[in-house]
């Protein structure tokens, strides 16, 4: 079966007019941007599902890791296709090589016990929290919308919002514009590169313009069905697609400053595998498609930060059906070439028994929207007061942190 | 180290890219610097070489396929099954050959006209009755006559059993005729309708309805020999069938005189004016452009009227006639063009073709299976609509994806290298800046350059 992956649209109908707009929604894989007036670029990628941060950053180095994770432990750093030793403590999945790179170049931040203050087993009031800013407000616009706010959007305020903007973009003042469906080709670029090639020529790129709105109609259903049946559990593999579009959108001169990345997938109860398998790939996939980000983006990418963050994290012992469930903290990162890096930030809690959370998962050692903070006061240079009392009010007990960024 | 975009091309430069494209299946890598600064001698040279290829002389001729077919015919129903699906393989078999045939070949011009020739009188395996025999009567009718006068073409065309069979004149009775008398409708008027409307003079050159019927009584009696072994699976006239009395066509009186009445018809039509004018148009719009100047068709007309109806004439008045060699590409390459010019890029010979069918197939072009007598059509929009043109650069994508340009070659100087002057700068540079071979290839075979001619 054919990857239906997605594809660039026109780059007008992503800028023009529009401060939040979503780009690509497909595999569950999509990207949106926001312009903002600056040089500074800021890219948040969301892990839908609850990502088992255990599997991705193993912490070899803790005396309980290999007997509470059982058949899910990998086998110890320095051996051979063992976990890659980050630190002497913290180690990095194999199938997430390409991570290691921004490590030993010091551009990235690992939280290993990170959440919000939601409490509880939900993904939807979960993700709602990390994407409005708290699990207790009731708040229905997202905080990177806020951000964006503040930094002064680049264009005109529109009004409608489209479901398709993920909330954390979401909010008065920022207009959306619909989003072009997927299409069945293996390399969405390369249709980019094919209509900038018709330019000139009047018959062709009519022809390919109109060829791909009919087709739209086509793969949308397609799409739909491949959703239903539940394929492509493992999202990520399409991560690196949307990554190097958001990329190049980012890195051009007049494109956007703002971009979220969201890759579903993670949500892990059956057979996730240790070294290989389905949660293997998409790490894989999360690694490469970093990885591709920041080749996108260039020289650009000495002016960026990257968040990575998830709803939550799983239980730190397997189930029955060789997965995990809900648990509580998870691993976060910061990455970029504007960050300080080759750190591990947080408190460790600890696996053994009496240290885990109620939910049998990791309990907290550090807030995430200390991150989101770092990055919009540190990096995107947004007022602190502006900070705390418009777009993340009531995180007092999460501060920013200085050091983080260059 | 990638070549630069050269700052100006010499005028023979360009000539010889329009005679690898415009007149061929596209350049080789080698092949503009082999064509040289005389473009229009490469071209004429192809002239005197034989049409007919070796790879295709050891093919069974249409006579000994038809006995096959009447030999499964008379031993029943199953046996005629069976002979239908083998009779089908090979009829496919036979097209790829011929396919292979066009990819490889040192004359592509040879190749164009055939394919020109070709559908210009379509025998389409859409009717199965003639399935096996499309590519024979290529071999027998088209190939040996494309340097000929056209009116050994034209009869060898319309007595060759694949479209006597094809236009249903096998059955055609002469009302008044011994075998047709007191029958039921026992015309047909087919093959005369197509002659007069599309082989020869052209729609709305000046002729009647009666002029079709007479034709059509003038054809009665050329049919296929069934029972009588010397003329079994060939031509044969039949005077029995054949409607007597001399006909009134284009206001001239022809007498009674058997088959000689179907051949002094065609010897007219063949060296008739309005004729000459029909065929140039559409040369010129196979080749040239879809809405051809003036001076271009009669260029071809020139070359056609020298020695009274020439189709080498045609081939010579096309390559002299000044309007051919606009560098503007007019053309859109039909799904056999675009297919066989990626190939040739890629310096790819094949010897059973079937690859080349499929993807000619695919991309909405089935060989020898012109869905109406007129044959496909010439017009470029009828390969550029927006589904096909996705096809087109989703195939182009998926070939990139499974090939590399010959000899570690980068993707920027094969696109030099086979498409000259025709390659613009700014193509050229985004092959430069694509993020992979596999994407610069793509790009190339996308591009308006490679899919125009």
Same mark, same amino acid.
């Given at each position: 079966m054919t990857a239906h992956t997605p594809y660039i649209p026109n780059r007008r109908t992503v800028l023009a007019g529009a401060a939040a707009a979503t780009v690509i929604a497909a595999q569950g894989v999509k990207f949106s941007v926001a312009a903002t007036p600056g040089n500074k670029r800021l890219v948040v990628v969301l892990l839908r599902g609850g990502l088992d941060g255990l599997a991705l950053f193993p912490p070899f180095g803790d005396s309980d890791y290999s007997k509470m994770r059982a058949g899910l432990a990998l086998p110890r750093a320095n051996t051979d296709g063992g976990v890659l030793d980050l630190d002497g403590s913290f180690g990095l999945h194999p199938a997430a090589e390409d991570l290691l790179a921004f490590w030993s170049a010091g551009e990235l931040v690992i939280a290993p016990a990170a959440v919000t203050d939601y409490r509880g087993g939900s993904h939807f009031a979960a993700q709602d929290a990390l994407e409005t800013g708290s699990a207790g407000g009731g708040s229905k616009t997202g905080w990177l919308n806020r951000a964006v706010g503040a930094l002064g959007s680049a264009t005109g305020k529109g009004v409608t919002v489209s479901d398709d903007v993920p909330l954390i973009l979401r909010g008065p003042g920022n207009a959306s514009a619909a989003t072009p469906p997927p299409r069945p080709y293996r390399n969405p670029g390369f249709f980019r590169q094919v209509q900038l090639l018709y330019g000139d020529d009047t018959l062709f790129s009519s022809m390919i313009v109109q060829g791909e709105r009919d087709r739209q109609r086509t793969t949308d259903t397609v799409t739909a069905e491949d959703v239903q049946s539940g394929r492509g559990a493992d999202r990520a593999q399409f991560l690196p697609i949307a990554a190097a579009m958001a990329g190049k959108l980012l890195a051009s001169d007049d494109g956007p400053r703002v971009a979220v990345l969201e890759a579903d997938g993670w949500d892990t109860h059956w057979d996730q595998g240790a070294m290989d398998g389905r949660l293997a790939r998409s790490f894989s996939g999360l690694a490469s498609g970093l990885s591709v980000l920041a080749s996108a983006l260039g020289p650009a990418w000495k002016e960026t930060v990257v968040v990575v963050a998830s709803e939550f994290g799983r239980t730190v012992k397997p189930n029955a059906h060789g997965g995990t469930d809900h648990g509580f903290a998870t691993s976060a990162m910061m990455l970029g070439g504007a960050v300080a890096g080759g750190k591990i930030v947080g408190q460790w809690p600890g696996l053994s028994d009496g240290k885990l959370d109620k939910t049998g998962g990791i309990a907290s050692g550090f807030d995430t929207r200390s991150l989101f903070k770092t990055a919009l006061f540190h990096h995107m240079g947004i007022n602190g007061n502006t900070v705390a009392t418009t777009v993340l009010p009531g995180t007092a007990s999460a501060p920013g942190i200085p050091g983080l960024i260059r | 180290m990638v070549r630069e975009f050269p700052e100006a091309f010499e005028d023979h430069e360009v000539g010889a890219a329009i005679a690898a494209t415009r007149f061929g299946y596209g350049a080789r890598p080698q092949e503009l610097l082999q064509i040289g600064n005389q473009p229009r001698e490469w071209l004429l040279s192809q002239m005197i070489s034989d049409p007919l290829p070796e790879a295709l002389k050891s093919l069974p001729d249409s006579k000994d396929l038809l006995s096959d077919m009447l030999a499964a015919r008379q031993k029943g129903r199953s046996s005629m099954r069976v002979y239908r699906q083998e009779a089908r393989k090979r009829a496919l078999n036979e097209a790829a050959t011929h396919l292979a045939v066009s990819l490889n070949s040192p004359t592509p011009f040879i190749e164009r006209l055939v394919r020109f020739w070709t559908n210009h009188f379509t025998v389409s395996m859409v009717k199965p009755a003639v399935m096996p025999l499309v590519a024979a009567f290529e071999r027998e009718a088209i190939r040996p006559n494309i340097f000929n006068s056209f009116y050994t073409m034209l009869h060898a065309v319309v007595s060759h059993p694949a479209m006597l069979i094809y236009l249903d004149n096998v059955n055609s009775l002469g009302?008044?005729?011994?075998?047709?008398?007191? #029958? &039921?409708?026992?015309?047909?008027?087919?093959?005369?309708?197509?002659?007069?409307?599309?082989?020869?003079?052209?729609?709305? =050159?000046?002729?009647?309805? *009666? !002029? @079709?019927?007479?034709?059509?009584?003038? +054809?009665?009696?050329?049919?296929?020999?069934?029972?009588?072994?010397?003329?079994?699976?060939?031509?044969?006239?039949?005077? =029995?069938?054949?409607?007597?009395? $001399? &006909?009134?066509?284009? #206001? #001239?009186?022809?007498?009674?005189?058997? @088959? *000689?009445?179907?051949? %002094?018809?065609? !010897?007219?039509?063949?060296? =008739?004016?309005?004729?000459? &004018?029909?065929?140039?148009? &559409?040369? %010129?719009?196979? $080749?040239?452009? !879809?809405?051809?100047?003036?001076? *271009?068709? =009669?260029?071809? $007309?020139?070359?056609? @009227? @020298?020695?009274?109806?020439?189709? !080498?004439?045609?081939?010579?008045? +096309?390559?002299?006639?000044p309007e051919s060699w606009v560098s503007e590409q007019r053309k859109v390459k039909s799904p056999t063009d675009l297919v066989l010019s990626v190939l040739r890029s890629l310096d790819v010979r094949s010897r059973s073709g079937r690859r080349i069918l499929n993807a000619i197939r695919m991309l909405g072009q089935p060989p020898y299976q012109a869905p109406t007598p007129d044959g496909w059509p010439y017009s470029s929009l009828s390969w550029?609509?927006?589904?096909?043109?996705?096809? #087109?650069?989703?195939?182009? %994508?998926?070939?990139?994806?499974?090939?590399?340009?010959?000899?570690g070659k980068s993707v920027p100087d094969l696109a030099l290298d086979v498409l000259g002057p025709l390659l613009k700068p700014a193509t050229h540079r985004r092959l430069r800046v694509a993020r992979d071979e596999v994407e610069a290839l793509a790009l190339l075979y996308a591009s308006p350059e490679f899919q125009r001619r």
């Open positions: - | 009302p008044n005729s011994v075998a047709g008398r007191g #029958r &039921k409708n026992p015309l047909n008027d087919r093959l005369a309708r197509q002659l007069l409307e599309h082989f020869t003079l052209g729609e709305g =050159s000046g002729y009647t309805q *009666l !002029d @079709v019927r007479a034709l059509a009584h003038m +054809l009665t009696g050329w049919t296929v020999g069934v029972n009588n072994p010397a003329t079994r699976g060939e031509f044969a006239f039949r005077d =029995s069938w054949h409607e007597g009395n $001399f &006909k009134e066509f284009l #206001r #001239r009186t022809f007498p009674s005189a058997g @088959v *000689l009445e179907g051949e %002094a018809a065609l !010897d007219h039509l063949a060296r =008739s004016a309005a004729t000459g &004018k029909n065929l140039s148009h &559409k040369m %010129a719009q196979a $080749f040239v452009v !879809d809405e051809p100047d003036p001076g *271009l068709a =009669s260029g071809i $007309f020139a070359g056609f @009227v @020298v020695g009274g109806g020439r189709a !080498d004439g045609m081939a010579r008045g +096309l390559v002299e006639a550029i609509t927006p589904e096909l043109l996705l096809e #087109r650069v989703e195939w182009c %994508a998926e070939i990139a994806g499974i090939t590399r340009p010959p000899d």
